[in-house]
């Protein structure tokens, strides 16, 4: 903690700084950086090819450290979606006077400084920045060490940018990618004001269970979709197919396909996208016995309990036959990781029931999953996806990053 003590006492000066820059400043500030980011793109894509060539191709983390010309253009374009949105800060969320005279009003602020510690997603240090910056907060980012040298390479575009706009480049520190930095962050009591976790079960436990500044849970995806006896056979087909294998490393992927056993006849129809794909299937009795002839054998395997539950992040997936809505919704209350969970179904009394009564972030009818992301949300770029209930829940983005506090205008009142 010693060692980083000057860090973070000048990450929270600069913090008290930011708050007072104008929103125009922090505009230009943001539209700077999306031309910055096109311009290295070349710096950066090389710094992500020294951490891509010590990671297996095959783990699962693998496509979200990869980083490409294609990323860090949609990159740029989220930087410029978030400097055209209104900033959310000196809001005005209620405002009363009181029999006495005096005015209150509850107004947005910031939230102070931001603790991020993530795994091998650097294009989190683009977005937590935008999203930081256009909300008055200081960004203290610990990243792994398996994207280590990408962060470097994009926090070295970013502090250029902060110095060309003469802003201070403390706002936003890379801390080094070793374990008594994540310690010194999580006792950084009075200089960090939250810390938020971004990427395994084990990295969001580890840090709820260690650390001393509060937190703000981003959980692990465990996402459902239930097939109802009254979904339409196409659609359904074509949502399950997207929202398991459009990027299947990613949070919102689907990992266990629920399906009515009345409709155990279509799975051959449901599932045969996903053998275009490769997706391995992980299949209940009732589901396996229904794939059997229609479905690879390379690619069907028997689930046991071990694949329910389980956040794949690869071509994998389960399938778990039910009896009827309420089975899927218990099943869903015991496995969800409570982040996005959806059904596919025609009953309107159904969709409403399941909508109700699913207990998770972002709860879907007849639309795939993938649209779990803040700026799919309309949104701009995310800090990452709520599972918590506190502060905030399902995508993190402006509002989220703010807190308030009560301004009071007297004209000499005392109270008795």
């Known amino acids: 903690m010693k060692n980083l003590e000057k860090t973070f006492q000048d990450v929270r000066a600069a913090s008290r700084q930011l708050s007072l820059v104008p929103e125009a400043k922090i505009n230009k500030v943001l539209d700077d950086l999306a031309m910055a980011a096109i311009k290295y793109t070349p710096e950066i894509l090389d710094a992500n090819q020294d951490d891509l060539d ?25 930087l410029i979606n978030v400097a055209k949105l209104d900033s959310p800060l000196g809001a005005i969320l209620a405002e009363k006077t009181l029999a006495n005279g005096l005015k209150l009003q509850k107004v947005r602020v910031p939230i ?16 937590v920045f935008s999203l930081c910056l256009k909300t008055g ?3 203290v980012l610990k990243g792994g060490s398996d994207a280590h040298a990408s962060n470097t390479a994009i926090l070295e575009v970013i502090h250029s940018v902060l110095e060309k ?4 480049t403390d706002i936003v520190t ?3 990618a070793d374990r008594e930095a994540t310690k010194a962050l999580l006792q950084a009591v009075g200089y960090v004001d939250i810390i ?3 990427g395994s079960q084990g990295l969001i436990d580890f840090v709820r269970e260690n650390s001393k500044v509060p937190v703000i849970e981003t959980g692990a995806g465990i996402v459902h979709t239930y097939f109802d006896r009254s979904a339409d056979l196409e659609k359904g087909t074509a949502i399950i197919c997207n929202a398991k294998t459009r990027r299947v490393s990613v949070c919102n992927a689907l990992d266990c396909l629920l399906l009515d056993k009345s409709r155990l006849g279509d799975l051959p129809a449901i599932a045969r996208p996903l053998a275009e794909k490769g997706v391995t299937i992980f299949a209940d009795q009732p589901a396996f016995e229904a794939l059997t002839g229609f479905y690879p054998e390379d690619l069907l395997q028997t689930a046991d309990e071990t694949h329910f539950g389980t956040e794949f992040l690869s071509l994998k997936m389960a399938i778990k036959t039910v009896d009827g809505l309420e089975a899927a919704l218990a099943h869903i209350a015991q496995y969800s990781s409570k982040h996005s969970e959806a059904i596919i179904a025609e009953d309107e009394k159904t969709i409403a029931h399941f909508l109700r009564a699913v207990d998770a972030a972002a709860v879907y009818a007849n639309a795939s999953t993938a649209f779990t992301d803040g700026s799919q ?7 990452g996806i709520s599972t918590q209930k506190l502060h905030a829940r399902g995508p993190m983005a402006l509002e989220e990053m703010c807190s308030y506090k009560w301004l009071i ?4 009142q005392t109270r008795p």
């Open 196 to 198: 938020i976790p971004r």
């Open 54 to 78: 010590r990671m297996d191709p095959a783990d699962p983390k693998y496509d979200r450290l990869k980083l490409s010309e294609e990323r860090i253009e949609n990159i740029a374009e989220d």
């Open 112 to 127: 102070g400084v931001v603790g991020i510690i993530y795994e091998s997603r650097p294009n989190v240090t683009f977005d």
């Open 377 to 383: 949300f309309g949104m701009g770029a995310e800090i």
């Open 165 to 168: 706009n003469k802003l201070s």
């Open 137 to 139: 907060n200081a960004l």
């Open 174 to 176: 890379l801390l080094p």
């Open 409 to 412: 205008r007297g004209t000499g």
